[in-house]
Structures are given as C-alpha cells and as structure tokens.
C-alpha cells in the first residue's frame, strides 16, 4: 500500500465555456489518511469538485496538489489516486478476479504479486468466494465490493467515492457504511468522499464539507457542523427532520439577554451566557432562532418561557414521533417520546433548552454563536 498523500486544493474554480461556473474558488486541505465527506443538495459542485480531484475535469483556476506535488496537467493515470462510482463500472465479460486485478495488469506487474494483492483485497471485502464469478451473478452490494477491491489493489496515495451507496437499498447502503469505514481504519487511507445523504456523512468523515452553489459554506467535525452551524444554509441542510429556524429578537435588558419570536412576541427565552455579548452591546437586533427538534419540548404546563401551539400532524416512527406544531404563522417540528400522548388539534406549551439555542443574523445569515472547538 503506498503512503497516504494529502489532497489541497488552492483556489479551484470550474467554468464551462458556457459561462457557467460550477464551483467557485475552493480552498480545502486533506490531510494525509484523513476520511472527508463532501456533502450537499444535487448542483452544489461537489461531484465536480471531486472530478477535478480525479483529471476527469479540467480545471479553470487554483492549483490542485496530491502528496505535494502540483497535477493539474497530469492525466488521471498519473495522480495516483484511484476512484469509485456510483454505476460500479465493471467489466461485464470478465470474472471478479479479473475485474480487480486489470488495472495491474495493464501496468504489467508479475502474475504472482497480482494475485497476492487481488487475493488480499478479496480477504477484505470478503469476496473471496465469489472470484470466480461475473457481475451479473452478484448483487447490488456485491458489485461495489468488487469495485472498491479493484480500487484497493492498485495501492494509490487517495481514493475519491463519487456516490458510490446510491444505488443501494437502505439496508445494504447501512452495511456498505460499516464496511467503508472499516476499511478506511484498516487501510489508513486519505479518503474523499461525494455524497448528498446526510448520514453516510455524518457516520463516515472525520470532517465534512457542506457545499452550496459552488462554494464551500462549512468545513469541521460532524458533531461541530450539526450542532454549531455557520449560517442558515448548514442548519436547514442538515439534519433529518432539519432545524426549525423562525424569525425573531434579541434585546439585552438590564444586564440579561432575551429572544422573542416574531410568532410569540410576548414569550422571551433567556439567552445563554455566551451569547449576550451579540445582545448587551446593542439594543434590539433581528435575527433568525434556530432550534433543532430534539433540543424543544412540548408539555401542559404555562410559564413565561412557554410557547403555545397547536398540533397539526404527529409522525409516529416506533421509537419516536415527531410533533409538528403551529404557533402563529410558523410550523415547528420537535422530535417527542412516543409515550408522550398527542393529538391533532391539541394546545401545548412549547420549550426549548436554551443552552441549545441558535441564533443567525436576520440580514446575513451568519451565526451570532462561536464555533466551538
């Protein structure tokens, strides 16, 4: 297995003669045997991001690195990366075995190390099996077994994954999850990764990169993006169901900090210690509230910090359900015991856990809160 190279991206841009520019400038450092997951709604760029990565696509502007070693003219052959698809793209004529093992023979190594390396591939994806068989006699998850094996035999610096769980059923896209990063553990491999499902995300990266209409709008831990979001953008993008972002408030009075929202005005929510400072050295600012639905509660009791709403769907899902309340002009969903007894039509008293609270501001979106380490 050769070393794990780092992957830096200085400034790449991708413009099309049409004149439309698919990613704008972007400035990412891979560190050598990091797993990072590129994630965003489809035309955010990140599959050409990746692409460029690859020298599948030409790039406009910026200076790409693999290992130190500036490639933007080097043809793909040259970069020492191999990359995984969504469509598998195996050779339908040729068995396993000769599926993993053609790139090396194409580069004409010894027969014996060929097989040394397809059989340890094998060893790993638990393919061993199956070698002798063609792809149409495997499943679904079968065949991105055998093309990520083809990928690990050629022992490159980075692997790129451009979506490759899509055409999985939910089941097998769960367990090609665990056997990735099981992989990535073993191999110690600098990994990228494409995809748009926020839980392959989530599970897979040491960092994620959320991406928006060409542009990176976060880069950090899965734990940090999810709860510390940068703007409004990553909030609603993540998060399943997402977080309920509302309208509102923020005015500091006498030494403390409160938030209102433009649905409840007469409710005020205490801010948290480190938050005040956005509040206590201005009067009265607007800004966007944000909550995700497992950080509010729903309950009988009135209080000055409770919000009425009424309920208009309940989702049961077994272990949960989730509760979508009106309140105003606004819909809040929060995610509920399934104990917790509610109908169509009841009043309830909203809260939140205000040490939970996000607040962005209302004219740029830009979180107010300091991003935790």
């Not at 990366?81 to 793209?89: E, L, T």
């Not at 199956?130 to 610096?157: F, H, K, Y």
């Not at 966007?288 to 769907?313: F, Y």
Request: hydrophobic share 40%.
């Amino acid at each position: 297995m050769s070393s794990p190279s780092t992957v830096e991206l200085e400034g790449i841009r991708k413009e099309y003669d049409s004149g439309v520019v698919a990613v704008h400038g972007v400035d990412l450092s891979v560190p050598a045997g990091e797993f990072i997951v590129l994630v965003g709604p489809s035309g955010c760029g990140k599959s050409t991001t990746l692409r460029m990565v690859a020298g599948l696509e030409a790039i406009t502007a910026g200076t790409l690195k693999i290992g130190g070693r500036v490639v933007n003219d080097l043809p793909p052959s040259d970069r020492d990366i191999a990359m995984v698809f969504q469509s598998y793209a195996l050779y339908p004529h040729m068995t396993v075995r000769d599926n993993m093992a053609f790139a090396l023979k194409l580069r004409k190594r010894p027969a014996a190390e060929i097989a040394e390396k397809v059989n340890a591939a094998a060893g790993i994806l638990g393919l061993v099996p199956l070698l002798d068989r063609t792809p149409r006699q495997l499943s679904g998850g079968q065949r991105q077994r055998v093309a990520i094996g083809r990928a690990i035999v050629r022992e490159p610096s980075a692997f790129l994954f451009d979506e490759p769980l899509s055409n999985l059923d939910a089941a097998l896209r769960g367990e090609m999850r665990r056997e990735l990063a099981a992989i990535h553990r073993r191999l110690g491999a600098t990994m990228m990764y494409v995809t748009h499902d926020q839980v392959e995300a989530m599970t897979l990266g040491d960092r994620i990169v959320v991406m928006h209409e060409g542009r990176v709008r976060q880069v950090d831990t899965p734990a940090n993006v999810y709860n510390h979001p940068l703007d409004t953008f990553v909030a609603a993008f993540l998060g399943s169901p997402p977080m309920n972002l509302l309208k509102g408030s923020i005015v500091g009075e006498a030494g403390r900090a409160y938030a209102t929202l433009a649905e409840a005005p007469s409710v005020r929510m205490e801010l948290p210690d480190e938050l005040r400072a956005h509040v206590l050295a201005s009067e009265t600012r607007d800004v966007i509230v944000g909550m995700r639905p497992e950080h509010l509660a729903v309950s009988t009791d009135d209080g000055t910090d409770a919000v009425p709403a009424t309920v208009e769907l309940v989702e049961p899902l077994g272990h949960e359900q989730l509760l979508h309340l009106r309140t105003g002009g606004a819909t809040i969903t929060v995610r509920s015991d399934p104990g917790l007894r509610a109908r169509v039509g009841d009043v309830v008293r909203l809260r939140a856990r205000r040490e939970k609270m996000q607040l962005f501001d209302a004219g740029t979106g830009k979180t107010l809160r300091a991003l935790s380490s």
